[in-house]
């Protein structure tokens, strides 16, 4: 596969077609290749890095105006870190692009969170010099803001605490939370549960452990009231 194959698939399309070869690019390509001109991504990666956590802060600045500072701070960060960016770029099959040394191909570099890591950051930071920061918003838009919105990141989002706060406004309303069902062997559990306010079901969700699927029955019912 090429770097048209890649645009096609993200079906955006680059002005300078050097400067998205060049987030691919890893280091130990560069030092085996002395003889060409190549750059590696670090700089890009350093500069994806900064639009990368702006274009995330904007995004949940506006989408949760009711959080407080702290609780936007930890969010970000459980978008903004190594597992979750080695995550995107694996969706989006970034791993099959990355220029790569023989001998870091040998030790199964193209696979090393780090690498696929810095190689979404340096992508992110490519885009913006080629196209702008609109442009990285929309792609944000499409591949990271959409996965924030379904309750991807559960463990940054405290959809009880936010349901409980909503109810309290009615000061005779009741939470409760149950477990209505678990699929699954013990290895791959998978769990059922909803959430009743005043005895009537208002969210169901499904999740890997009994909290998360708490979490995501809460949001169900977060939506159905703030719709």
Sequence with gaps: ????????????????????????????????????????NE????????????????????????????????????????????????ELHFDKFVLLGKGEERTGGRKRPALLADVFEAFIGALYLDQGFEVVVSFLKQHVYLKVKEGAFLHGLDYKSQLQELIQQNKHAEIEYEIIAEHGPAHDREFVAHVK???????????????????????????????
Excluded: W
């Design 1 to 40: 596969m090429n770097f048209k194959d890649l645009q096609k698939e993200l079906k955006i399309f680059f002005h300078d077609q050097k400067i998205l070869e060049q987030a691919f690019t890893h280091s130990s390509y560069v030092n085996e290749h002395k003889n060409r001109i190549h750059q590696d």
């Design 43 to 90: 700089r890009l990666e350093f500069l994806g890095d900064a639009v990368l956590e702006l274009g995330i802060s904007q995004y949940l600045y506006r989408e949760f105006p009711n959080k407080a500072e702290g609780e936007l701070t930890k969010l970000r960060a459980s978008i903004v870190c190594e597992p979750a960016l080695v995550k995107f770029a694996k």
């Design 197 to 227: 306010i005043n005895q009537e079901v208002s969210g169901k969700g499904q999740g890997r452990t009994k909290k998360e699927s708490e979490q995501r029955a809460a949001k169900r019912a977060l939506d159905l009231h703030q719709s």
